[in-house]
Antibody, heavy 112, light 107 residues
């Protein structure tokens, strides 16, 4: 059974940093592009970033370019999102997702 | 950026009825369109990929159609558990984008 488990969310002040992790199991992680998708409270879904299977290609939504970095460690079946210069508008549940499965999400709250 | 417009915003139907949800893209996405279902407090679940391919474990009452700019998700006969929010997503161009969602509610 496929499992994606996010961790690392929490409360952070504006301008601060946070690193999200996603532990994958139950499928061949290294064969899949992976995504981070977020959902602000009461709002719709917003795709944030994608990384190719070998990490050689990364794509971002404009609003996070230069602030967020997606990465992966295929040996550890893990996906990461380094978030810097956080803003109030980054407050959301962050989901780790392949093209087929999603984790349950981790909440990031940016507030003073 | 490709904008996806879903209609209607809210659809009120009764169990047993047929639901038809629409997703229109601002430019062609070929068949690179997915549909997701999200229930309150849960992560989205993939229903349909590549416009018409049902994901593993998805009941046959869910079907997708369309190509280019106009897509439809049809639920042939609504079950109580189908009342949720539905999103379309294009996987054709970066950035990937989602529609704003259609809320399917019990009439």
């Amino acid at each position: 059974e496929v499992h994606l488990v996010e961790s690392g969310g929490g409360l952070v002040q504006p301008g601060g940093s946070l690193r999200l992790s996603c532990a994958a199991s139950g499928f061949t992680f290294s064969s899949h592009r992976m995504n981070w998708v977020r959902q602000a409270p009461g709002k719709g879904l917003e795709w944030v970033a994608n990384i190719k299977q070998d990490g050689s290609e990364k794509n971002y939504v404009d609003s996070v370019k230069g602030r967020f970095t997606i990465s992966r460690d295929n040996a550890k079946n893990s996906l990461y999102l380094q978030m810097n210069s956080l803003r109030a508008e980054d407050t959301a549940v962050y989901y780790c997702a392949s093209n087929y499965e999603w984790g349950q999400g981790t909440l990031v709250t940016v507030s003073s | 950026e490709i904008v996806l417009t879903q209609s209607p915003a809210t659809l009120s139907l009764s169990p047993g009825e047929r639901a038809t949800l629409s997703c229109r893209a601002s430019q062609s996405v070929s068949s690179y369109l997915a549909w997701y279902q999200q229930k309150p407090g849960q992560a989205p679940r993939l229903l349909i990929s590549d416009a018409s391919s049902r994901a593993t474990g998805i009941p046959a009452r869910f079907s997708g159609s369309g190509s280019g700019t106009d897509f439809t998700l049809t639920i042939s006969s609504l079950e109580p558990e189908d009342f949720a929010v539905y999103y379309c997503q294009q996987r054709s161009n970066w950035p990937l984008t989602f529609g704003q969602g259609t809320r399917l509610e019990i009439k």
